[in-house]
């Protein structure tokens, strides 16, 4: 079945939400009036139970079908915009300085809540579809406080499936992999110590910055000759910041921040061990100290077998075919939603747009019939009676 007809009506409609989330951009947990808009259309639309505040600000609502199995099948979309200074110049842009929806969250918002008023009008399905309205997905990990506070067992979900716009890629396509999707995203703070003192005398110091320098090189071997040649990972330093900014004076300390992409276990902990061997000896054939803190975030995105081709099949009806994802080295938390249940994460076209994370970017209203049509083929397909 292509792209649904109902989804042609409730273009404008749908469009409206997705502008109007546009124009008005909240961060992290903080995005009371996208949540409470959302809990209100659900509830207009005769969901049959809306519960709010799960994960601080997130929301589900559920729909029952025509006919009772006991199976629930849930769809996750994600509302928080960036901190981001909009540069697009959208008659509908950003009316929040150094706020702006760069990631397109307001696209997935609105795709979810078409998909929902949908399914609510037509329950042509056996079971319940939960629809669910995560926050913070940038940085601040709402999709792991919506697991943590219980989600999956309150709501009685048995799998999962969510869905993220892909710059780049034609409207009205599709891709997925099984497996590995998307890295976890650890980050990492070092602090390097010494003694510091005039630029001038050097041989009276300790010199941190030349033992920072070493440490910013000697990290790019581990994934160059540590990791597995076959197997991927980054580690990157983002952040060197000095303890004196004069130009005279050697620092008593450096300071490091950096972020290390991995997307199996094994790897993680190979790079994670070989981070704080590197800074610390270097640190120390220097006459440094360091103090390393490293830190897994969110964990890597990876797709079931078996619900992947699930979700392949969805989107081959809906537009014909679905290729094969590229593994990307960014992140997305609801990693924290498949580690709980089996599911899939799938990509949809956004056209020739400018790329995620930009001041330019923009999310293609052109393909919200295709992104609703597939949550909604996900949700019949899954609980067909």
Same mark, same amino acid.
Do not use: W
């Given at each position: 079945m292509p792209v649904r007809n109902r989804f042609a009506e409730l273009h404008d409609e749908i469009t409206a939400w997705r502008r109007d989330f546009h124009e008005n951009p909240e961060l992290l947990f903080d995005v009371h009036r996208t949540a409470g808009i959302v809990a209100d259309k659900l509830k207009e639309f005769g969901c049959d139970e809306v519960v709010t505040g799960i994960g601080k600000t997130g929301l589900v609502g559920l729909i029952h079908g025509k006919k009772g199995t006991g199976r629930t099948v849930g769809l996750r979309a994600d509302m928080d915009a960036l901190p981001i200074h909009e540069e697009t110049g959208a008659p509908y842009a950003s009316k929040v300085p150094g706020k702006m929806h760069a990631c397109g969250h307001d696209g997935h918002t609105s795709m979810l809540l078409g998909a929902a008023k949908y399914l609510a009008e037509t329950r042509n399905f056996a079971g319940t579809v939960a629809v669910i309205f995560q926050p913070a997905e940038e940085g601040g990990g709402g999709g792991r406080e919506m697991v943590n506070e219980g989600m999956m067992d309150r709501f009685g979900i048995d799998e999962v499936y969510g869905m993220h716009n892909w710059p780049g890629t034609p409207i009205g396509t599709f891709a997925i992999k099984p497996g590995p999707l998307l890295a976890a995203t650890d980050i990492f703070e070092a602090t390097i110590s010494g003694k %510091?003192?005039? %630029?001038?005398?050097?041989? +009276?110091?300790?010199? &941190? /910055?030349? $033992?920072?320098? @070493?440490?910013?090189?000697? #990290? @790019? /071997?581990?994934?160059?000759? !540590?990791?597995?040649?076959?197997?991927?990972?980054?580690?990157?330093? &983002?952040?060197? +910041? /000095?303890?004196?900014? $004069?130009? !005279?004076?050697?620092? *008593?300390?450096?300071?490091?921040?950096? &972020?290390?992409?991995?997307?199996? $276990?094994?790897? @993680?902990?190979?790079?994670?061990?070989? #981070?704080? *061997?590197?800074?610390? %000896?270097?640190? $120390?054939?220097? %006459?440094?100290?360091?103090?390393?803190?490293?830190?897994?975030?969110y964990p890597a995105t990876v797709n079931s077998e078996t619900e992947t081709e699930y979700a392949i099949e969805a989107a081959r009806k809906v537009a014909g075919d679905c290729a094969e994802a590229e593994v990307t080295m960014g992140g997305e938390d609801f990693s924290f939603m498949l580690n709980a249940r089996p599911g899939a994460y799938i990509f949809v076209g956004n056209g020739d747009t400018a790329k995620l994370h930009s001041s330019n970017y923009d999310f293609s209203d052109e393909a919200i019939p295709f992104g609703c049509s597939w949550f909604v083929e996900m949700a019949e397909s899954r609980l067909a009676g």
């Open positions: %510091g003192g005039h %630029g001038a005398k050097p041989d +009276e110091t300790i010199d &941190t /910055t030349v $033992a920072a320098a @070493q440490v910013v090189l000697a #990290l @790019q /071997t581990i994934v160059s000759r !540590n990791v597995k040649p076959m197997r991927e990972a980054v580690v990157s330093v &983002t952040s060197f +910041e /000095t303890s004196s900014h $004069a130009f !005279n004076i050697i620092p *008593e300390r450096v300071h490091l921040k950096g &972020t290390c992409r991995t997307l199996d $276990a094994e790897t @993680q902990d190979l790079v994670e061990r070989r #981070l704080s *061997e590197v800074i610390e %000896g270097i640190a $120390a054939a220097h %006459g440094c100290t360091a103090n390393v803190d490293y830190v897994r975030n």
